[in-house]
């Protein structure tokens, strides 16, 4: 799956302003009547604000490049360098946290919703869309499995901080995927992250046994 819900939306939007219109309109025209569309429709509640719909460089090029239209390698390239060099690493160098906590994070499905407390944690709701462990017996299968992540993929320095990297922006090495930019959309914390990397890549942690 390489769109979300709103670029579906905005698609839909923009595919019935096309259809209904006399004379056809330019795409670009399209698409800014469709995000004014949206913007007038919604709007803000608790800390589910409109401004959410507002789309960087990464997200307009995804819904103008999805269906069949695929992305330019070298603009998917270019994007996912964009996004790498947002990425936050922790100040202290130290990627792993704690994976008991890590896997609270994980199965927690809760957050940045208008009715959640903003006051509380966000979960990282991995099990929607990954197999983490042989003990989980509902996840999703959007993503891969990472059973056996670091068994499989080595438990040294570099696939950590890919590991993190990956958390904190997904995208920054897979334009358009549907994984959330956990670090770089504020969902979770730096802690949350770092449990949630010692989850993946801890010998002790069910991932790896
Ligand atoms: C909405 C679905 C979704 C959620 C939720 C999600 N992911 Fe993903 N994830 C994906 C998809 C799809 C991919 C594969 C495409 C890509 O690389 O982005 C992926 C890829 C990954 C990879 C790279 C795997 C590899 O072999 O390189 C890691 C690591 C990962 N996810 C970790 C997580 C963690 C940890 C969480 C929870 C904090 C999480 N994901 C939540 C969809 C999701």
Redesign the pocket.
């Known amino acids: 799956?390489k769109i979300n819900t709103t670029q579906w939306v905005l698609l839909g939007v923009a595919a019935m302003l096309a259809a209904g219109c006399a004379t056809s309109m330019h795409p670009d025209e399209a698409r800014t009547k469709a995000a004014a569309m949206m913007k007038a429709s919604f709007k803000d509640r608790g800390q589910a604000k409109v401004t959410r719909i507002d789309q960087d460089d990464m997200q307009k090029n995804c819904s103008i490049y999805s269906g069949g239209n695929v992305m330019p390698k070298d603009l998917a390239a270019r994007l996912e360098k964009a996004q790498q060099a947002l990425i936050k690493y922790p100040a202290d160098g130290k990627l792993l946290g704690d994976w008991k906590a890590g896997e609270r994070?994980?199965q927690a499905g809760v957050g940045m919703q208008f009715s959640d407390n903003p006051k509380n944690p966000a979960g990282?709701?991995?099990y929607?869309?990954?197999q983490m462990t042989k003990a989980e017996l509902s996840y999703?299968t959007?993503?891969?499995s990472?059973y056996n992540?670091a068994k499989l993929?080595g438990y040294g320095p570099d696939i950590q901080r890919?590991?993190y990297g990956?958390?904190y922006n997904?995208q920054a090495?897979?334009a358009c995927?549907?994984?959330?930019r956990?670090g770089h959309a504020g969902i979770?914390t730096e802690q949350q992250m770092k449990d949630?990397v010692a989850?993946?890549m801890s010998p002790d942690s069910p991932v790896n046994k």
């Open positions: 799956m994070v994980a990282g709701n991995c929607a869309c990954h999703g959007i993503g891969p990472l992540f993929r890919y590991a990956k958390v997904s090495f897979s995927s549907s994984m959330p956990f979770l949630v989850l993946l």
